[in-house]
């Protein structure tokens, strides 16, 4: 049984409970230029460069007007440089965040202790008091992955941590194969919720129509993000769509390359090198042949929206549900996907997760279609590249002036940085603040939406 979340901290009330809610709002707030706005944010993350396509498909998708679609991606890189200051200032109290409505235009904010909702609310969210902290709760999901790597999960395919009703939840086919995960697990039931549903997720590697690309003569995927390694050049893609050694032919059927890596079930992560015949480009193929920039791969918060390409039903948009997924294929279980309600059908596997300008991750796979919706599953891509040692291609590759040096520090363009990792740069010391692949404009004084200086 896992503990109960205990107060980390006791403090009297009155005085001493204001002056703690005063240095929360100054550990965020720091000096006024590390402060960004919305408009900063926005511009860090560049959700200027969201294309016409991309906009098209999400108010087809999600109900929205040009301007709505605009505001709402703006609203999303402030909500996630917001919501990243306020975990590293809640520390142990912070249960997690999500954003709502058509717009994106509230953020929430959960905390196990009633003390910081001051804090909270300084930063311009909406607080909720909570009885499990986010790690918690991403403790007792982790109990629940080693568990079926000893137990028949078939029945019980899919579970996650939901920010939003502070449970790990268990999506069950049959409720008693929840209940005995739960108890291989020996997870506290106050921290779980079953949900009934008939939804059996598959790899969607049934490879009909469309273009992308060929897996030894015969099946076929959809290309990621195209990434280098050093001077190799190459993508991104779904472990399960091809092994190691494997060989690929383009769109064209014209030989491209060889899997370098491919790991699946387990997670569903791959990557191809490629031949001198093709060259790695910092886009994504949107509707109707458009390139769609991307700038970075900053992960969106929960609740945010998000769009994909494949090769079978082209661009399709939705939301994250939720992070750090587990869903069982027949195949066997993968960990620490994203779930989302956009749709896909066979053959969009491997294809690209964008949310505004920045990659999200590769498909996996999924339930439903395009015709009646579905849920689908992507493979987030940070921890693909982190994995293989590839270097996402941007459309800020090119614009590190030629002799330019960089200030002393630990900080390294090309490092895939989690939330709460430390570094340094230019004699300072700076927190992570998003998810992201560092790159060459991304230094820490430059983009206070992903760092925080300490």
Request: glycine fraction near 12%; include cysteine.
């Amino acid at each position: 049984m896992l503990h109960r979340h205990l107060p980390r901290r006791t403090r009297s009330v009155g005085a001493a409970a204001a002056a703690t809610a005063a240095l929360l709002v100054a550990g965020l707030s720091g000096s006024a230029s590390a402060e960004p706005t919305t408009s900063a944010a926005a511009q860090a993350l560049r959700t200027d460069a969201a294309p016409p396509a991309l906009l098209k498909a999400m108010e087809r998708d999600l109900g929205l007007d040009r301007a709505q679609a605009e505001r709402r991606l703006a609203n999303e890189a402030e909500a996630g440089a917001t919501a990243g200051r306020l975990r590293a200032a809640l520390g142990a109290d912070f249960a997690g965040a999500w954003v709502r409505g058509a717009e994106s235009g509230t953020l929430t904010v959960a905390t196990t202790d009633a003390r910081d909702v001051p804090a909270i609310e300084a930063q311009g969210a909406k607080a909720t008091v909570v009885r499990h902290s986010l790690t918690d709760l991403d403790a007792a999901k982790s109990r629940l992955d080693r568990a079926a790597q000893r137990n028949d999960t078939t029945d019980a395919p899919v579970w996650y941590v939901d920010v939003r009703t502070n449970t790990v939840v268990v999506q069950a086919v049959r409720p008693s194969a929840a209940r005995a995960l739960l108890s291989a697990a020996g997870i506290d039931h106050s921290l779980t919720r079953i949900e009934k549903s008939a939804d059996r997720p598959r790899a969607l590697y049934d490879l009909r129509g469309g273009e992308a690309y060929y897996i030894n003569n015969s099946g076929r995927c959809s290309i990621g993000f195209p990434v280098t390694k050093g001077t190799q050049q190459g993508y991104a893609t779904a472990g399960h769509c091809g092994r190691t050694g494997s060989s690929t032919s383009g769109h064209n059927r014209v030989a491209q390359g060889t899997f370098q890596g491919s790991i699946f079930p387990g997670r569903d992560m791959a990557w191809v090198a490629t031949n001198s015949q093709w060259t790695a480009t910092p886009y994504v193929k949107g509707q109707g042949g458009q390139n769609v920039q991307v700038t970075g791969s900053t992960q969106a918060p929960v609740g945010a929206s998000v769009c994909r390409s494949g090769s079978t039903t082209g661009w399709h948009c939705g939301t994250i549900q939720v992070l750090n997924t587990s869903v069982t294929y027949p195949e066997g279980t993968i960990t620490g996907v994203t779930q989302t309600t956009v749709c896909a059908e066979p053959g969009d596997s491997g294809g690209s997760y964008i949310s505004g300008s920045q990659a999200q991750g590769v498909t996996s796979g999924g339930s439903g279609n395009c015709s009646s919706g579905g849920t689908t599953f992507f493979q987030p891509l940070n921890p693909l590249l982190q994995n293989y040692g590839l270097t996402l291609k941007t459309t800020g590759d090119d614009e590190q002036p030629p002799g330019e040096e960089e200030p002393g520090g630990t900080w390294s363009a090309g490092t895939v940085y989690q939330p709460g990792d430390t570094v340094t740069y230019g004699g300072a010391t700076y927190r992570c603040l998003q998810g992201h692949q560092a790159q060459t404009g991304w230094e820490p004084s430059n983009v206070p939406a992903l760092w925080q200086r300490v």
